[in-house]
């Protein structure tokens, strides 16, 4: 009987064709089996590990059926928090509990992770913020599943079109991912006309003496030299942006310039204490030397 199972979990329509006329009997209180879902009966009375609880379910679903949602990011190395099983199925079958059976047509592509169909990425990404309530949760992770280069923001953003009902959150974060520098912008800019320190210049290059560019800082106070860097999410995608990141501190401090970095969340959440910051870094710049930087056209 176990051979004909997977992972001990076996439909009862199988059994009834080993002979079992009614497994269920078997399913009761201190049987020997449990039920797991209409029609699917799990071959001992223990707790089901989590294979088998999305073997169980896949047997439920039905043939051609294909996980997604946040246990599909999970088998994608993903952090997603929801409990629920989120599957979709070319036939029409009704989930139970946590168990979330979609009509699906035509059905995505699939791929087999540890001998599970599961969607790809992007669609598993999509149906988990689907289940969300959080913005926070739902840009974690987005993010993290671009930082680890399984989705990039297009494909997101394709896949949230597709599937338009239930996608508000996803497009949302989606949106305010891709509007990021120029909302942290905005808001460096009105925080520099508040606080009344010199007009900064925005988005200039800079070199040094000889010639050689250094960077092109957000936001440049040239009076003393202090470049004010808007480091926005994109930054923290992936490594390489880590790496960019530093490179580009490493060549200011070479050159004496102060930068003073900021996230845009701190821009909305804290002002004042970004402006207090802001104002302290200018007024070490205008206490040591000036560097010899300047302000010069790329052709």
Not at 25 to 40: D, I, S
Not at 124 to 143: G, H, K, N, Y
Request: proline share 8%.
């Amino acid at each position: 009987m176990r051979e004909r199972s997977d992972l001990g979990v076996i439909s009862a329509t199988t059994l009834k064709s080993l002979g079992i006329a009614n497994p269920w009997r078997k399913c009761t209180a201190g049987g020997p089996w449990q039920r797991m879902y209409p029609g699917v009966v799990l071959l001992h009375n223990g707790p089901p590990t989590p294979d088998q609880h999305l073997t169980a379910a896949l047997l439920r679903a039905g043939p051609s059926s294909a996980v997604t949602g946040a246990e599909a990011c999970r088998r994608h190395g993903l952090p997603a928090h929801g409990r629920e099983l989120h599957l979709l199925s070319p036939a029409s079958v009704r989930g139970t509990g946590p168990l979330i059976i979609e009509r699906c047509r035509p059905m995505p592509p699939v791929h087999t992770i540890d001998g599970f169909p599961v969607v790809p990425a992007a669609r598993a990404v999509v149906d988990a913020c689907r289940q969300m309530r959080s913005p926070d949760e739902a840009t974690a992770l987005i993010a993290a599943s671009i930082q680890r280069g399984l989705c990039t923001p297009t494909s997101l953003r394709e896949e949230a079109r597709t599937n338009r009902f239930g996608t508000k959150l996803a497009r949302t974060v989606l949106k305010d991912l891709g509007r990021a520098e120029s909302v942290a912008e905005r808001d460096a800019r009105r925080l520099s006309h508040r606080i009344r320190l010199t007009t900064p210049h925005w988005n200039v290059t800079i070199a040094d003496s000889t010639g050689l560019v250094i960077g092109r800082p957000d936001a440049w106070f040239d009076d003393v030299a202090l470049a004010w860097e808007i480091d926005s999410r994109a930054f923290h995608y992936g490594p390489r942006d880590y790496e960019r990141t530093l490179a580009r501190n490493s060549r200011y401090a070479a050159a004496g310039i102060l930068v003073v970095q900021t996230l845009p969340t701190r821009l909305r959440d804290q002002p004042e204490q970004v402006a207090r910051e802001l104002k302290q870094a200018h007024r070490a710049a205008a206490a040591r030397p000036r560097p010899p930087i300047r302000m010069v056209e790329v052709r």
